[in-house]
């Protein structure tokens, strides 16, 4: 399986939803990164990202965006491909 980073904080409603959805999926290791905790690691993450919202997943080396767009590709049946490549 892919390794996943997910960019979060801890009151977060979407992070709580994008974990939910890619335990569901059988992810079992995700690499959070807190940004509330390392103010830093949000400028770094905008940096990479050009978005300042969290939830900012990374799949492998795909970045996939935030909950919504992580919901859109398990819609279209994609997310499998990029969790199992």
Same mark, same amino acid.
Not at 30 to 39: F, G, H, S, W, Y
């Given at each position: 399986? $892919?390794?996943?980073?997910? *960019?979060? /904080? ?10 939910? %959805?890619?335990? $569901?999926? #059988?992810? /079992?290791? +995700? ?5 509330? %905790?390392?103010?830093?690691?949000? +400028?770094?993450?905008?940096?990479? !990202? #050009?978005?300042? !919202?969290?939830?900012? +997943?990374?799949? @492998?080396? /795909?970045?996939? @965006?935030? *909950?919504?767009? %992580? ?5 279209? @049946?994609? %997310? ?6």
């Amino acid at each position: 399986m $892919a390794p996943v980073v997910m *960019y979060c /904080t801890a009151v977060c409603p979407y992070c709580v939803m994008a974990e939910r %959805l890619l335990h $569901a999926k #059988g992810v /079992t290791g +995700i690499e959070k990164v807190r940004v509330d %905790l390392q103010p830093e690691l949000r +400028i770094a993450m905008m940096e990479k !990202t #050009g978005r300042r !919202t969290v939830p900012q +997943i990374w799949i @492998g080396d /795909t970045h996939v @965006g935030g *909950y919504d767009d %992580l919901a859109a590709l398990e819609h279209a @049946g994609k %997310l499998n491909q990029l969790l199992n490549p």
